[in-house]
């Protein structure tokens, strides 16, 4: 238990679907990421919150809309998503987006577009 | 741009042995490096963290080095257990960034042999 809970841990869906991946962190961090893990390719920031504050966007495409509603929860709504976006995400916290901290990982959420 | 490389993509190891895991990377103007264990999707999990000041750091059976000037760290891993498979990610937190992103290795695969 790394105190980063994601939810669902699995989730099939069609490419006209809508769908959100939820994380909670119990940690009392104020930084959040969301990152992707694909096969065969190292993990990948995709967004990264600060205090409810969207710090970076990491050239994601607009079909992944993040939203950050206070410092312990994190979601990540998916639309009309392609097969190549099927993946491994994974949310993670830390203190803060300083120097020094450390992140701690959730155990993600494996996506299949069909 | 940081690059981050794990030798090797994949270790087999027999039961007890001691075993390195490396990781290289190309900018040394990093803030920390930390070391992950992921098992078969799953998420990850936070096994050492060396701020840049450091040499070393320690955790049971597990210890990391951190040489910045040459852009190397190891893993060690003393009388390896089967329970010790599972992939080890290593990862950067640039100074070239103020987001706390990291920058992932591809990992290296280890299976430990009963």
């Known amino acids: 238990e790394t105190g980063v809970t994601q939810t669902p841990r699995h989730l099939v869906m069609g490419m006209t679907n809508k769908k959100s991946l939820k994380c909670e962190q119990h940690?009392?961090?104020?930084?959040m990421y969301w990152y992707k893990q694909s096969a065969k390719k190292p993990l990948e920031l995709m967004f990264v919150?600060?205090?409810?504050?969207?710090?970076e966007n990491n050239s994601v495409p607009s079909r992944f809309s993040p939203e950050c509603p206070n410092s312990s929860h994190l979601f990540l709504h998916l639309h009309t998503l392609q097969p190549e976006d099927s993946a491994l995400y994974l949310c993670?916290?830390?203190?803060?987006?300083?120097?020094?901290?450390?992140?701690?990982f959730g155990q993600g959420t494996r996506l299949t577009v069909v | 741009k940081q690059e981050v490389t794990q030798i090797p993509a994949a270790l087999s190891v027999p039961e007890g042995e001691n075993l390195v895991l490396n990781c290289s990377f190309t900018?040394?103007?990093?803030?920390?490096l930390q070391w992950f264990r992921q098992d078969p999707g799953k998420g990850l999990t936070s096994l050492l963290l060396?701020?840049?000041?450091?040499r070393e750091q320690t955790s049971g059976r597990l210890n990391a080095s951190l040489d910045k000037s040459s852009g190397r760290s190891t893993l060690y891993i003393a009388a390896s257990q089967p329970g010790d498979s599972a992939t080890y990610l290593c990862?950067?937190?640039?100074?070239?960034?103020?987001?706390?992103?990291?920058?992932f290795g591809q990992g290296t695969t280890l299976q430990v042999k009963p």
């Open positions: 993670a916290s830390s203190q803060e987006v300083g120097r020094e901290t450390e992140a701690f």
């Open positions: 940690l009392g961090h104020n930084a």
């Open positions: 919150y600060s205090l409810e504050e969207r710090v």
């Open positions: 900018d040394s103007a990093i803030y920390n």
């Open positions: 060396i701020q840049s000041s450091q």
């Open positions: 990862a950067v937190r640039p100074r070239s960034s103020n987001t706390g992103k990291l920058i």
